[in-house]
């Protein structure tokens, strides 16, 4: 349903959004941010685990909220536990964490995928003409599939657009991944606005 010429608008969408992003997140760590951002990909979501487990194997540390309003479906920002700790190094005090991350971590790392997936969305909505709300966010620490099975079988037939990106903090940078998964309603909904835009 969503042909090449789409997904050409779409990045152009995820550019600006990350763009946004990177300047909240600049905001709250008080260190320039910038974020990567490379080719997006459309993942049907029946094979969202299988794409995963390759990337990340092992835990996973996610940023999960549910989206409404104009389109309808789920926002996550995926992250492999060591890049999550990473990540949470670059925006506290760097320090060992011998039992993996603690609660501080978790509401930096949850408080840091609400501000991206945020900015992220907002720019969909504002650029869509449509009024999107995310919900509160919750963070995962699992394997991958455990994530998607708990949150997408709803799902099943539906599509993910999924931007791998890299955070740049410092001197330093770390992997992650958006992902958004629209229901079939919304993305018929997304195809023909998307057609609006040209």
């Known amino acids: 349903m969503i042909s090449d010429r789409h997904l050409d608008t779409l ?3 995820v550019n600006i959004g990350f763009g946004r992003a990177a300047r909240s997140l600049s905001e709250l760590t008080g260190q320039r941010v910038t974020l990567e951002v490379p080719a997006i990909e459309l993942v049907p979501t029946s094979n969202l685990a299988v794409f995963f487990v390759d990337l990340i194997p092992g835990k996973i540390a996610a940023v999960h909220q549910n989206l409404q309003g104009g389109f309808e ?13 990473a990540l949470a190094n670059l925006l506290t005090e760097e320090r060992s964490r011998p039992f993996g991350l603690d609660d501080s971590d978790q ?10 997936l945020n900015a ?12 999107l709300v995310l919900s509160v966010p919750a963070l995962f620490v699992d394997r991958i599939e455990a994530l998607f099975d708990g949150i997408l079988k709803q799902e099943a037939d539906a599509q993910a657009l999924v931007v791998t990106t890299t955070f740049h903090l410092a001197s ?6 958006v992902v958004m998964v629209f ?7 997304l195809v023909s606005s998307l057609e609006e835009l040209g």
Request: with cysteine; glycine share 10%.
């Open 172 to 177: 330093k940078a770390v992997s992650g991944y």
């Open 11 to 13: 990045q152009e969408m």
């Open 120 to 131: 992220f969305v907002g720019s969909f909505g504002n650029l869509l003409k449509a009024r």
């Open 73 to 85: 479906g789920d926002c996550m920002l995926v992250l492999s536990h060591s890049s999550a700790e």
């Open 183 to 189: 229901s079939f309603a919304s993305t018929e909904a």
């Open 107 to 116: 509401e930096i790392l949850s408080e840091l995928g609400n501000i991206l």
